[in-house]
C-alpha cells in the first residue's frame, strides 16, 4: 500500500504533488507528506492525517521550487507515530536528500542490524530509513552512484522517489511489484505517481510504465534519462487489482475495473448459484458483482448502501471497533433484498470479519437465501511485499476450508476465484505476484520476514 509522487520541471510541484495524493488517498489515510526543493534547499510538510487535514494553502507556499515528492501513508495496527511518516529527509555528506517509498523491504533487519553495528542510529521502525543510511554511508562520490550502491543492498518490494536539491531518481524494483507510471504535464515538466488516477485529475498525460529495474534521473533543463540497473522479472501484484488500486488507474496497461470485471465473470463460471440477484459489497466489490451478474445473467443491484464517511474497516487495529464499523458503513435496502435468493459478492476474504456481518445484515433484511461469493482465491499466506496480512493466525483461509468458513459466516454457500481463474482474468501474458495465494515469494524473503512499517 501507500502511495509515492515525484513532480519534477514545474513551477507548481507542491500543488500537484497535493493533488496527486488527493486522487490516490485510498493507498494510505493515516499519514502524508510533501517535500519540494528549490535548487538549494529541501522544505518538508509531512502530519498525520489526510492529505486535506495536513495541508493548507500556505503549507503548499512554503513548499517551494520546482521538484516536489509526496507519500501517503497506509496505517497498520499500534505503529502511528508521525516518525513513520514520509517523505524521510536527511542531510549528509552531499548535502540533504528526501525519500518516498511504496512497498516492503524483506532484508529490513539484515541490513540493520549491520548498520547498527557500525554505529548507525534509527529514529523510526521503517525500512526506508536503512535506505537513506546505505546512500549516506556508501564511499562513491556521486548521489547516482550511491543510490546504485544502495539497490544492491536492498531485497523486496520498493518504489522510490529520491530528491536532492536540484535532481530527482525514481527507482522500480526488478519484480516490479508495485505499480509506478510515469507522465508529462502541461507545462513540460514531469510527474512519477503510484497510480494514473493521479495523472487525470493533475491533466497529465500518460507517458508510459516504469520499467522493472529501470531508474529515471531528472535534471534541470534536461529529459529524464533512464538507466536499467536490473534486470526485469517481472512479477507485479494481482492484488493491486483486486483491492488496492482505483478502478479507473491503468496499471500496466491493464485497467482495473476492466480487470475486476473479467475476475467477476469467471467466477460466474466457477462457483454459479440459484440466485434471484447479484449484489456488491460496495465499494471494493462492484466491478466483479457486476462481472459476476452479467456472467450468470442475473440482475445487478446497489442493494447495499454505504456510508461514505466512515473510514476502511481496516484503519481500526482492534476487533471490537471492526465490527463496529462494517455496521456503521453498510446498510441494506430491504425493499429489494426481502424474500430474494442473493449473491453477495466482495473482492476478498481475509479474516471473514465483512462476510460474517454482511450475511447476517442481508438475512435480516428478509433474504431467504445468501451465498457469498469471493473473486478472489483464498488468502493462505501473509505477504511480506507491502500487503497489510500481519500473520497467518489472522488469515481464516490457512485455517479453514471454504464450507468451514461458510458455516462460520452463516452463509448458505461460499465460494472463491480458483488460482487458475484468477490468472485467467488477468491474462497469461505475464507472471504475476501471488503471495498471499500461493505462497510464493520470488523476490527474496518468507512469511517470516518483517511485515510492512512504512507499505
Ligand atoms: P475481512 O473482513 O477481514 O474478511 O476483510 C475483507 C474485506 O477487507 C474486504 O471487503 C476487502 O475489500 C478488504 N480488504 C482486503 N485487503 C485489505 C487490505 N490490505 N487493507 C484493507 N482492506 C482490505
Do not use: W
Not at 349 to 364: E, F, H, N
Not at 376 to 403: H, N, Q, V, W
Amino acid at each position: 500500500m501507500c502511495a509515492i509522487v515525484g513532480v519534477y520541471g514545474d513551477e507548481n510541484a507542491s500543488q500537484i504533488a497535493y493533488y496527486a495524493l488527493f486522487a490516490m488517498q485510498h493507498r494510505g489515510q493515516e499519514s502524508s507528506g510533501i517535500s519540494s526543493a528549490d535548487g538549494k534547499r529541501i522544505h518538508l510538510i509531512k502530519k498525520r492525517g489526510l492529505v486535506t487535514e495536513v495541508f493548507k494553502q500556505d503549507d503548499l507556499d512554503l513548499l517551494s521550487g520546482s521538484c516536489a515528492i509526496g507519500h501517503n501513508r497506509y496505517s497498520t495496527a499500534g505503529k502511528d507515530s508521525v516518525l513513520d511518516a514520509q517523505p524521510v529527509f536527511a542531510k549528509y555528506k552531499l548535502g540533504a536528500i528526501s525519500i518516498a517509498h511504496n512497498g516492503n523491504l524483506t532484508n529490513k533487519y539484515e541490513v540493520r542490524d549491520e548498520l547498527i553495528e557500525k554505529g548507525a542510529i534509527f529514529q523510526t521502525e521503517m525500512d526506508t530509513e536503512n535506505i537513506v543510511h546505505l546512500i549516506a554511508k556508501s564511499a562513491k562520490s556521486k548521489l547516482k552512484a550511491r543510490i546504485k550502491d544502495m539497490l544492491s543492498k536492498i531485497e523486496g518490494a520498493y518504489c522510490l522517489v529520491i530528491q536532492s536539491r536540484s535532481k530527482m531518481f525514481v527507482v522500480r524494483d526488478r519484480f516490479g511489484i508495485r505499480p509506478l507510471s510515469l507522465g508529462k504535464l502541461k507545462s513540460g515538466g514531469y510527474i512519477v505517481a503510484s497510480e494514473t488516477c493521479a495523472f487525470d485529475l493533475v491533466g497529465a498525460e500518460f507517458v508510459r510504465d516504469v520499467e522493472p529495474g529501470e531508474m529515471l534521473i531528472f535534471e534541470e533543463n534536461k529529459e529524464p534519462k533512464s538507466v536499467m540497473i536490473f534486470e526485469a522479472d517481472y512479477h507485479p501484484c494481482a492484488f493491486e487489482y483486486i483491492y488496492f488500486a482505483r478502478p479507473d488507474s491503468i496499471i500496466d496497461g491493464k485497467t482495473v475495473y476492466n480487470m475486476r470485471l473479467e475476475m467477476g465473470k469467471q467466477l460466474a463460471k466457477e462457483t454459479p448459484a440459484k440466485i434471484d440477484l447479484v449484489l456488491p459489497v460496495p465499494d471494493s466489490g462492484v466491478a466483479a458483482a457486476k462481472g459476476y451478474a452479467d456472467g450468470m445473467g442475473v440482475p445487478f443491484e446497489m442493494g447495499i448502501v454505504r456510508n461514505h464517511y466512515v473510514g476502511r474497516t481496516f484503519i481500526e487495529p482492534s476487533q471490537e471497533i471492526r465490527d463496529l464499523k462494517v455496521k456503521l458503513k453498510l446498510s441494506p435496502i430491504k425493499d429489494m433484498i426481502k424474500g430474494k435468493r442473493v449473491a453477495i459478492v466482495d473482492d476478498s476474504l481475509v479474516r471473514g470479519t465483512t462476510s460474517k456481518q454482511i450475511v447476517r445484515m442481508l438475512k435480516d433484511a428478509g433474504a431467504v437465501e445468501v451465498h457469498m461469493r469471493i473473486a478472489s482465491p483464498e488468502i493462505k499466506f501473509p505477504c511480506r511485499y507491502g500487503i497489510d496480512t500481519a500473520t497467518k493466525t489472522e488469515l481464516i483461509s490457512s485455517y479453514k476450508t471454504p464450507e468451514e468458513i461458510a458455516e462460520y459466516i452463516e452463509a448458505d454457500s461460499l465460494g472463491f476465484l480458483s488460482i487458475d481463474g484468477l490468472k485467467a482474468s488477468l491474462g497469461d501474458d505475464r507472471e504475476y505476484s501471488l503471495v498471499s495465494f500461493d505462497g510464493k515469494y520470488f523476490a527474496g524473503g518468507n512469511e517470516n520476514s518483517p511485515g510492512c512499517s512504512a507499505y
